[in-house]
């Protein structure tokens, strides 16, 4: 009986440092993401037979987003609604799948939304790497935006949108930097309480969080100067997708900013096994270690959207002193900042 | 789901001064229970809350800061916010029952010195240079000393300090702590900061809770408003909302009491006496004797006088604050010349001498004879005696509210540290607060405060300690202990690296004793 799930090891080799090595790659690396993907719906299937917890660990949909920094690992309260009817292919599978994980997903993260706001709760790591990853926003869309960064307030003027905003937790810091900012995430008890806490200071309450997702705001038209969406991807099933209506939420001009974490063995001894099974820093089965993607990959996928990455950082944890620091080393924790071309 | 009832309670520092302060909880829970408490409470929520709607009237619009407490450390605090772009939009409010602040008295170069001085390092004069408030200082009296010598009744040893020892010009300067405080005030006043005095002293403080909102109240309660804020209640009934609470008003904190601040310290059996002095010809050397009793400091403070800083037993305090003057000046002069004990005998070495295997050039000051201090003339001001003692609070901080200054920590003047200390605190804190604002934290959070106290804590810690360990190696009057710190001051006088090490520590350019 293993006391952690072992790393799903695509077929293909996994991370390399060499860069003339990923040119040669790079035609293989988007077979690699899109074949990775198709194995991903039948290892999973048959996971779930297997494997109870790990039925909740992903979302399969490519039009429903989940929500942020989400833990989905406590047990399910039984959903009311029924489940649609199996359809033949597996699209209609995925669809399957999706609303009936969906109802879990949400109620999980209902019954723990509460613990959003306390810092010494189970979202504390987050909290802990929230003023590191807002410094390297501030850097960047400062000098981006030609804003004097000296100032309290630099964002002002900009629009924002925080896909998977969660609790709000990178959306308040942002409203305070001056910027106006729309908060989206599809659980609708953590838009509630994002409003609430936000409502408690004047200037985080102007905030608009919507419950909704990225898909739907593409319909609508919304576009933004600045785009973020941190620690979302890793919880997508159709990353390419994703990033395709995140560079369509964008502005020609704009900024678009992701965070995730890569898939390399240190994340998975890191992510997985120390902060989920050691440490227990995050509840068990949050992140799957298949589903991160490597820095490669991601500039990738966001260059098929034509937005170009133009700076990543990582994030380090110094154990001693428990502080994140941002530094090269992106084996872990990594940030991404892009932009969209102007027009003309 | 917990039921959250409204308390509010009036604790004023008469009736229980040492009470932790009880949390103002806001009437939650779901909205359809939350109207039969909410109706129970409503009458006193109705006068917490000034509009319909519950949003603020115009002049109460929440404080970004509140420093309680107008004195030196207080104003360091508000002059280096004041003058930081990233936060000098911050609203402040200064909550001091002292006039001088609301009406600045003007200090004249010709006026008598104030016995309150203190002598501040080269790194507190950094921390002023930076806010540009030490100009302000120079207009005023003030004495740079470059050379310090300690020694004690024994006359076994003695150590001269010069500041050429670590290559720079001055060991510190010594300032009139009114000096030091209408320099802080005109530098705020230079900026065009918002900043709002009350004039009177803190009565009480409320902490309403931020994180115990519910997700299905839809309502929008009028208490959530003032959630996340701390309301501070003043003994004229003035009140105000803010996001933090500073307490900076010095060792009989009124803001850690209500707090609930648990503080470790004990009573020195020993006063101060303070006062002014005069010589017939300039002083610019700190000097300090070890009697039996205490040490003796003499400081210069600019224009032939000098400060005399007087530890004792409060007996003989008391005795020698009655006896006329000429009889102090008399018991002054003795306890600086050969009162108690003789002379030392002066060092002479030819260049290096046993110790100068540990390396480093030998400092100048090895070969310095011993000197005696100038001679009192007369007496320049009124004696003040005052009991001292040690103190420091376990914690600084705690949710939106955090301690400068003597409010946390409480030293032995035998090394003219105290005021350092805290406003090393005043400019730290200043600057974590400008850190949070450049990411955007909401500066009353815990874990933005826990940087700064993680920051001042070790360090005055460190401090505290060497002070307390040098005060009880000195209050022993035992043969072989004497023989060890005449060793010691030898030690020092001859070991360059140690001096150096001293003299860094003591002037504020090394912030532990050991690890820098």
Redesign the interface.
Known sequence: MLLFPLPHFPRFPIYSCSSSATKRRGTAMAAKLLSRLRQLDTRLISLQHQRPFFRNARLFSGQQIPSSDSHPSLPPTPTPTPLPPPSAGSAGEKRQRTSSLKDHELAKFAAISDTWWDSEGPFKPLHAMNPTRLAFIRSTLCRHFSKDPNVPKPFDGLEIVDVGCGGGILSEPLARLGATVTGVDAVEKNIKIAHLHADLDPTTSTIDYVCTTAEKLVEEGRQFDAVMSLEVIEHVADPAEFCKSLAALTRPGGAVVISTINRSIRAYAAAIVAAEYILHWLPRGTHQWSSFLTPEELVMILKRSSIDVEEMAGFVLNPLTGKWLLSDDVSVNFIAFATKKAEG | MNRLVVRRTLYSNHHQPKCPWKRGFCSGGEAAAAAPASSASSGQLNHIINQKDGSFAGDDQPYDLAIVGGGMVGMALACSLATK???K?LKVAIIDSNPALANKLSIKREDPPDPRVSTVTPATISYFQDAGAWQYVQQHRHAFFDKMQVWDYTGLGYTTYDARDVYKDVLGCVVENRVLHSSLLSRIEDTDVQKTIYPSRLASMIRYP??S?????NT?EAS??K??LVKLEMSDGSSLYTKLVVGADGAKSQVRNLAGFKTTGWNYSQNAIICTVEHSVGNHTAWQRFLPGGPIALLPIGDNFSNIVWTMSPKQASDLTVMNEDEFVKAVNQAMDNGYGPHPKSNFSNGSNKFSFLGGNLTMSTNESFEVPPKVVKLASKRAAFPLSLMHANDYVAKRIVLIGDAAHAVHPLAGQGVNLGFGDAFTLSRIIGE???????IG???LLRKYEAERKPANIAMMAVLDGFQKIYSVDFGPLNVLRAAAFHAANYISPLKRGIISYASGEQRLPIFP
């Open positions: 772009p990233l936060t939009h931020s994180s909102v519910k997700a299905d109240d929008r959530y408003i959630a996340g949070g604002v450049a990411v955007g934290t909401d959070e815990v874990s």
